[in-house]
């Protein structure tokens, strides 16, 4: 898959002592206990996508400042590294093609950017020299050397770029994916759902929208169809996600639906969106779910692995179970520090002619339970 992120290298990111030239397949399911580093695992792909919109500074700081980011502390830790490693990103490019960082602590507990490069096809290229935020978006428009086509800057800011994290945990009444958005809001789903009404609005009339209201009908039967009703609130026109159910012209609204409900309709509208992010990252997607919706969510990301990359942390035996284990990332704790192991068939296969792989995982065959160090 042109673009996709090959291979991963962190060195001293939070609970991440040392991951060098990690592997990533098309689908990337992450399985381990509560604190095995998962959720540090995800945030690398939040920085990144901040420092693409110079927003860097102000993650960290917003986050507890730089040295809660240095595994175990400045003191054992005084730099943090960095390598992402595509596929090729470019027709005219021959080989694959990477970008790489280097982050310092400051005495106010903020990060120096002190080296950032980009490597093409014959050798890395600085991106100058030390900095508080990345050069990322500065390089967007870069050309190659001849002028003939874009360069290595412009195709890993556009991966990076369109990377995106979705985390639809905060379903609450006051949570924003029930709340009204202006319709110009529909350019990409935000990470929060916080425009999926003007989202769903602006490609009513795709085959994208039947897919994805097929797909909740599977989940959620007494669903007819969106509504999606413009209202003009002051100088701005709003919409919300109100909806029909079947055999009713009542017009439900957003706080008609179950956290689980809505969650879902947030999960397949990302999945099936028209234009896919990069890298599709979703946090725990599972939760709220029936386990029939689990079954009909999985074939969606499935689905969406044929045509991006997607990243999947789940704490989900029933998940898990209806994924191929060659998809399996177990992350675990060893002396403090995040372990990475992707499984592989042969590994299992015995087992499996009796267990499925949630199973498997269960009865700790597959490790990523607690560990007691």
Not at 115 to 128: D, H, Q, V
Not at 245 to 251: I, L, N, V
Not at 337 to 362: C, H, I, M, N, P
Request: one cysteine or more; aromatic letters at 10%.
């Amino acid at each position: 898959m042109k673009g996709a992120l090959e291979k991963i290298t962190v060195k001293g990111f939070k609970s991440i002592a040392h991951l060098d030239g990690f592997q990533l397949g098309n689908l990337n399911v992450m399985i381990g206990a509560n604190g095995s580093g998962k959720s540090n695992f995800l945030q690398i792909f939040h920085m990144l996508m901040a420092m693409t919109q110079k927003n860097f500074s102000k993650f960290i700081l917003e986050r507890g400042g730089a040295d809660d980011f240095l595994f175990n502390g400045p003191k054992v830790t005084p730099r943090i590294d960095m390598q992402f490693d595509f596929t090729s990103l470019s027709s005219f490019a021959s080989g694959p093609n990477s970008y790489k960082l280097e982050l310092i602590p400051t005495v106010n507990e903020k990060f120096l950017i002190s080296e950032e490069r980009k490597y093409t096809s014959t050798s890395w290229r600085s991106y100058g020299g030390p900095s508080e935020e990345s050069r990322l978006y500065d390089e967007r428009d870069e050309k190659s050397y001849d002028g003939r086509c874009n360069g290595v800057g412009y195709f890993v800011y556009e991966a990076i770029s369109r990377w995106m994290v979705y985390h639809f945990h905060d379903t609450s009444a006051s949570s924003p994916m029930r709340r009204s958005e202006i319709v110009e809001d529909h350019h990409k789903l935000r990470g929060d759902a916080s425009n999926i009404a003007p989202f769903l609005l602006h490609m009513k009339s795709t085959d994208c929208y039947k897919k994805i209201v097929d797909s909740i009908r599977l989940v959620m039967p007494f669903f007819d169809d969106f509504r999606l009703d413009v209202q003009k609130l002051g100088e701005a026109e709003k919409v919300r996600l109100s909806w029909n159910q079947k055999g009713s012209d009542f017009p439900m609204q957003p706080y008609h639906l179950s956290d689980g409900a809505i969650r879902f309709i947030c999960l397949a509208t990302a999945l099936l969106q028209p234009t896919l992010p990069s890298i599709i990252i979703i946090d725990e997607p599972e939760l709220g779910l029936h386990p029939a919706a689990i079954v009909v969510l999985a074939e969606l990301i499935q689905h969406a692995a044929q045509r991006t990359q997607v990243i999947v942390a789940t704490q989900s035996p029933a998940l898990v179970d209806q994924f191929g284990i060659e998809d399996v990332i177990v992350m675990s704790r060893e002396d403090g520090a995040s372990t990475f192991q992707r499984l592989g068939k042969d590994d299992f296969l015995v087992w499996l002619e009796d267990y499925s792989v949630g199973e498997l995982w269960t009865k700790n065959v597959i490790a990523g339970g607690p560990v007691y160090e």
